[in-house]
């Protein structure tokens, strides 16, 4: 369990629960499965929704878990940032902010050169 609320390393925080978002549209894919945009207590979020068994046939478990482990740690203006961390019998679940307009790789295929200033 990960949550913005708890205190560094303080795993009983604020627990949370799948229902406990209202769900919007898929905003992205990826190897383990989808990216959907949510809402809770009126802040948009964006979750990730990984199956499980996608990430043990895969063998990524510990590349899951050292990504949460670093997210969990991160509290930055520049990076995206966990806010909860979750998972039920078949998904694990990241909810993180949502970041409006696409991702780096997006903005990359589109421009191909980045300037230098």
Known sequence: MCSKKNPKGDKT??????????????????GFGKVL??????????????????V?????????MKELELMCKI???FIVN???AF?????LYLVMDLMEG???RYHHSQIRKFKSD
């Not at 925080?13 to 990826?30: L, P, W």
């Not at 809402?39 to 068994?53: D, I």
């Not at 043990?56 to 899951?64: G, L, Q």
């Open 102 to 104: 696409g991702d780096l």
């Open 13 to 30: 925080g604020e627990q949370v629960v799948k229902s406990d978002f209202t769900f919007y549209n898929a905003i992205g894919r990826g």
């Open 37 to 54: 945009r949510v809402e809770k207590n009126g802040v948009m979020y964006a979750m990730k929704e990984m199956l499980k068994a996608r």
């Open 75 to 77: 509290d930055s203006d």
């Open 82 to 84: 966990v806010h909860y």
């Open 56 to 64: 043990m046939a895969k063998k990524s478990i510990e590349s899951v």
């Open 87 to 91: 998972h039920d019998v078949e998904f």
